[in-house]
């Protein structure tokens, strides 16, 4: 197998760049990438897998300094960049003086984990204070996020049910498929981890701590044969997943229960999650978003439009 991409990236530094340097400088990997995740392959070396540092320097007038056009067979790239600068194009604002609470729900959970992933080379500015900036969510932005999280999947499980008994079952699978994805973005947040963007989803699911465990309970949603097997399987992936929250031990014990929605033959396994964690949160500006509709963060928005007069808030994009 090929060099693994931060690796290559760190010798690029360590061999090439950084001996050209005489200015305070910080030198990562960090932002786009698979390599960046450290999921690269034989096969991500086909595009876009340059040998490369981001430099960080004072000046932002400063000139890459020169480099071959290969290092071990690779193509190379040195990209220079003012912290302040690269972080408010990444993100839309500095971080480096704080993330307010609105910029928490605002920010992609995959821009989050390829920023805060890779590796540092070298750090004379400060990249790293704003690495930990962003590790992961405030306690009570991570409490509202599961809170929202929860609301996803308890109001959907009995459409699977709902879909099969009328003969659809391929709507029946959608919605489980939606399904296992929504426990598995739970499974991200009680593990403080941020999920990264589809391709390596599945993969960074697999390398949580819960990850081997839960992988053929979900599995199970997704190779039901019909809505019965279905709904049996999501049962179980539930509650799998709680007995992982009262393990977490943030909140008291979460008591679970069997319930048929309206009286209909379609089962669904509820704990008041939402209830324990909003319970806990103190934050002003979090506390007054979750007694509110549970929208979510912008990765999972819930639904923006719950009431005809919030069309205001997405009109906003197209004007």
Not at 6 to 31: D, K, M, N, W
Not at 73 to 87: A, D, N
Not at 114 to 142: C, E, I, K, N, S
Not at 220 to 228: I, N
């Amino acid at each position: 197998m090929t060099i693994p991409g931060i690796e290559l990236c760190r010798r690029f530094y360590v061999e090439v760049v950084g001996p050209q340097l005489t200015v305070p400088h910080s030198a990562a990997l960090i932002g786009r990438g698979s390599e960046v995740l450290g999921f690269d392959d034989e096969m991500s070396a086909d595009h876009n897998c340059e040998a490369r540092v981001v430099l960080f320097v004072e000046d932002p007038a400063f000139l890459a300094p020169d480099v071959p056009g290969e290092f071990l067979g690779r193509k190379t790239l040195v990209e220079v960049h003012t912290l302040s600068g690269f972080f408010t194009q990444q993100l839309g604002f500095d971080p480096s003086a704080g993330v307010r609470v609105a910029d928490w729900f605002t920010l992609p959970e995959q821009s989050l984990r390829m920023l805060t992933a890779g590796a540092v080379f070298h750090d004379d500015l400060g990249l790293q204070d704003v690495r930990d900036r962003l590790a992961y969510y405030p306690d009570d932005v991570w409490r509202y996020l599961m809170i929202a999280a929860w609301w996803r999947v308890h109001p959907e499980m009995n459409l699977v049910g709902r879909a099969g008994h009328v003969g659809d079952e391929l709507g029946s699978a959608l919605i489980g498929s939606q399904l296992v994805e929504d426990l598995m973005r739970l499974c991200f947040l009680m593990e403080r981890q941020y999920a990264p963007y589809s391709k390596w989803f599945g993969t960074a699911f697999a390398q949580l701590s819960c990850g081997p465990e839960l992988e053929p309970i979900l599995y199970a949603v997704l190779r039901a044969a019909d809505w019965q097997d279905r709904e049996k399987a999501l049962l179980a992936a539930y509650e799998a997943v709680a007995a992982l929250h009262n393990r977490l031990g943030i909140t008291a014990p979460v008591e679970l229960g069997i319930e048929q929605m309206w009286g209909r033959p379609f089962k669904v396994v509820w704990g008041d999650f939402p209830g324990a964690l909003s319970a806990a949160i103190t934050d002003p500006a979090v506390r007054a978003i979750a007694d509110r509709w549970p929208v979510g963060g912008i990765d999972r928005l819930r639904t923006i439009l719950w009431k005809p007069t919030d069309r205001r808030t997405i009109t906003t994009f197209f004007n």
